[in-house]
């Protein structure tokens, strides 16, 4: 974006990958949910299609923001007239350090995700949002254990309704064959694996796309396809080494039967998880998919940035963050302006690619000493994705984000189908959850921006004998 509005000035891109997410593929499905791919390509593609932007294969030590200079890992520094940080975030683990524990943020441990797990027996799983439901899913021939602390699975998308009605596809032994993935494929062709080391655990990869685990084989050494046993209400209390098992003697479960009956293990495993509910667990390795926390680290030092209660920076409606000519957009932002009553940040792909393009039409317009308004993407929240082979739509405060209990819900569910829950608040549509091919976000999207008073068709909103469409075409 803004080496197309300023083709004669220099951009440079900083990264610590060799490897840039391209978006391509891109479709506005409605006015504000997108569809896209997300492609890792070599970065003099980048280079190719704009002559005037050069990109700077380092990490980046330090900022000085009031010398306006970057430094980075490869001992140079850089002047800037203006900056955009858009670093990103980092796995949250659940224990730092622990060789036993896997976080899975990028491609790279993605990779060493699928290599421990063609060696496994048994895994743990703690995390409850869209990477964790997508692995648990997507494992065959490995027993999961998942524990996740609330209720139901998929929290961070869905309510206990939803969940319910995604359940039966966990435990289907016979998988429908994926429809095929209109997103991401990620590889890394012959040469271009060569040149790139493995990543050290601390060195930050780019963030998988929204079909990160297409391509990837997730087998482990069983015969049977699935295996999936929820442990709800839960964290992880502690870790044991095997060793250190042995010295509690405590005995640990065997993977629950149908019966749910568990009985003591008789198996020595590599690692032992202790849970808040008192029972341990024997295990390969454990996944921690406990969401992100904003890469902020390398540019704090010295610099006086205003940070936000999720410890992101925080930005204006301008993506300005609170020092002169700095900019954030994606992960590493945290969205301070007063938003839009159906709005709220969510750490997205879909976000990330819309707060980058609209952070460089500020900048440009601060450079024209132009004015800008907020960008129409701000006004709903809006994604889709799929989880289980469904599609997945949501909009708008789907979970009734902040609307206490001054609020109704209204489902219709038809098993093995689709779900569709509306979030209504005096007769106003105020969010939605669509899971299968229901069609209706188009028209549900216009019923939340609009605000239309709905009392007056009540339950009828969602007979399914009605077609809602025609109604409010």
Known sequence: ????????????????????KAVTNFKQVSKTLEEFDVEEQPSSLLEKRYPNIK??????????????????????????????LCAGAKPKLIFEGNPYVLGIRDTDSAQAFQKNLAQAERIVVVGNGGIALELVYEIQGCEVIWAIKDKAIGNTFFDAGAAEFLIPKLTAEERETPIECKRTKYTMEGSEEKKRSIAAPDKLGSALGPDWHEGLDLKGTKEFSHKVHI????????IHSQQEFIQLQRTSLTFPNEEKNVEPDQVLWPVYVELTNGKIYGCDFIVSATGVVPNVKPFLDGNNFAVGEDGG??????????????YAAGDICTAAWEPSPVWHQMRLWTQARQMGWYAAKCMAADTLRESIDLDFSFELFAHVTKFFNYKVVVLGKYNAQGLGLDHELMLRCTKGQEYVKVVMQNGRMMGAVLIGETDLEETF?????????????????????????????
């Open 1 to 20: 974006k803004l080496a197309m509005e300023f083709p004669s000035e220099d951009i440079f891109l900083m990264t610590a990958s060799p490897v840039i």
């Open 55 to 84: 990109v700077i294969q380092s990490g980046v030590k330090q900022l000085k923001s009031i010398e306006h200079k970057i430094f980075t890992e490869d001992g140079k520094e850089y002047m800037y007239e203006k900056l955009c």
């Open 231 to 238: 442990e709800i209400l839960c964290e992880v209390k502690k």
């Open 313 to 326: 920076l925080k930005v204006d409606k301008h993506m300005h963050t609170s020092l002169p000519d700095i």
């Open 445 to 473: 999207e216009n019923l939340i921006l609009n605000q239309m008073d709905l009392s007056a068709y009540g339950e009828d909103l969602l007979n399914p004998d009605i077609d809602i469409e025609d109604y409010f075409d």
